[in-house]
């Protein structure tokens, strides 16, 4: 069980702060008690979930190494193309929703390969691509901004390692970072 204050990886939704613990009655159902979530990068959000339910959807974030050691794997990661646009689609809506960073990360850099080879030849991402590859970039750009205590947009300069930073842990050390 999580308490108040903890922060969270949250599905689709990214990494979210709980605000709040409490009884709420939605739909005319009986009241059920809910975990009230903040995204960290959306404050003008705000994401319900029954407490007890929906157990896969949350996973705990990353830490400094986690994530150091994910980025030193990118380029040896395989991409995972499927060319039927349906079967695809599927995958990589189950990617998103399960939130393996892994396979995030092989989602994206599959995405960025395709787009590339269709710029080739004068074509554009199909709009569901589009919105995958996007929706797998803010997730995973999320939850690196807040360990690595940056803003999402500059994620890609630090995976890229054209960016140095210090980052506080949560224990109150500070660590010199330098994408790697």
Known sequence: ??????????????????VDIRKEKFGGHENMTYYVMQPVHSKQSV????????????REIMTIDEVNDLIRAMPDE???????DQDRNEKFSEILKEGSQRDLVKLIKTMYFHRDNQLLIGKRLHVSDERIMKDAERILYDEFAYVLNIKPDEVLLFIS????????????EA??????
Do not use: H
């Open 175 to 180: 660590k010199t970072l330098k994408a790697v």
């Open 78 to 84: 395989k991409t995972i193309w499927i060319v039927n």
């Open 47 to 58: 994401v319900y979930s029954p407490v007890g339910r929906n157990l896969e959807k949350f």
């Open 161 to 172: 390692g054209d960016l140095d930073l210090t980052a506080a842990q949560g224990n109150g």
């Open 1 to 18: 069980m999580f308490s108040i204050n903890d922060c969270i990886v949250y599905a689709r939704t990214g990494v979210c702060k709980i």
